[in-house]
Structures are given as C-alpha cells and as structure tokens.
C-alpha cells in the first residue's frame, strides 16, 4: 500500500505533531490505535511550532496532526485514501471505516512507523521569509505551490490551477474576452488552463495550487 501526500501553508500560529520521534512497532501502533490512546500517539511524535507563512511537507505514510485553532490551506496528492489512527470526538465510526475497508491489520501497513531526527523533520518545514521554493523537489510529482504577492499587478502563468486570496483585494482579468473577477480574502477560484495568462491589479496576497509537474 502507499499513502497521501501532502503541504500545509499556515495561516494562523500554532503547533503541529509531524513524523514519529522515537521507532513504533506494529504491536504499539496497533494497541494505540485500538484503545484510542491519542496522548500516547502525540507523545511518540515531533511538535513543531509554525507561523503565518509557514509550508509544512507530509511525505505520504508520515503520521501527521494539526494543532488547536490552527487555520490553513492544505494541498493533497490526488487520490481518495485517508487512513484514521485517531478519531476520538469526530463524527465518524473509526473502527468501521478509518481502515478504507482493508482491515487496520492491512491499512496500518501504509504508515511510517521509523523515527526522523528532528533535523530531518525540520526540512520538511519551510519557514516564511527564507529565499527558497514552498515545497520540496520530491513534492512535484504530487503538486506545486506558489506564493503571489501583488503590489499593484501581477500574472499567474497560464495553467490548471486553484487560486486561494489569502489577504487583500485583487481584480483579476483572464481569457481572451478578457473577462474580470474581483477577489477578497477567502476568495477561491479554479483557472482552467484555457484561461490563459491571469492578470491581477490591486493589494493582495495569493497561494496558487497546481498540479504535478508534467513529466
């Protein structure tokens, strides 16, 4: 089995548990995940702080959790596979279903049960403001991230994207009848490759969500 991979870019401070800092063996996450034991879960995992900007990597079989009153845009490989370890408190019979109708005993077999020393979890976090891609080369193959800050105008090249208004307000003009939208903060729009160059006039701050590169 394989897994989902996946970005976060922060939108709101907080704390995130990424990637397990000490070895788990399948009998440990099997009791753990039966008695629902998320204290025990959280604990054998790495706790990271992020802030506004922030773009967290989740290789696909990393455990993963988002923290309290965290807000962010999440990206995610194409592929309808969620595995639950913990769902204690949502709206959702784990036991039946968290396993994607394959048993745990086949499901539990997706997730990375090896520790990561805390710098390898730590390259998994770019940090905003460093002069360096969103996201990692290895995230290509699942999806592309980019950060667009307009400060009168801007383009987005042309391309399948979904344009997500982080801040701001923005007008934005494509296609060849030259059609305009106007954009606030919370504003998400779906550009059909045949839209063409996208041009944005304004004040605002932009993530445009692509996927993979093409081979």
Known sequence: M????????????????????????????????????TAALLGAMHRLDVAPGDVVHVPAGVLHAIGEGILLVELQEPQDLSILVEWTGFAIDGRAEGHL?????????AVERTAR?????????????????????????FFRLEHVRVYGSAVVEPGFAVMVVLAGRAEATAGADGSTLNLTRGSTV??????????????????????????
């Open 2 to 37: 394989h897994g989902k991979t996946e970005a976060w870019y922060i939108l709101t401070p907080g704390q995130v548990h990424l990637a397990l800092a000490r070895d788990l063996d399948g009998a440990e996450l099997d009791g753990i995940v039966e008695r629902q034991d």
């Open 101 to 109: 109708g394959v048993g745990f005993d086949t499901a539990l077999g």
């Open 117 to 141: 020393s805390e710098s390898a979890v730590r390259r998994l976090v770019h940090r905003a403001g460093e002069a360096t891609p969103l996201l990692p080369e290895e995230a290509d193959p």
């Open 190 to 215: 779906v550009l059909p490759h045949a839209a063409g160059v996208v041009t944005l006039r304004g004040d605002a701050e932009l993530v445009v969500c692509r996927p993979p590169r093409p081979r």
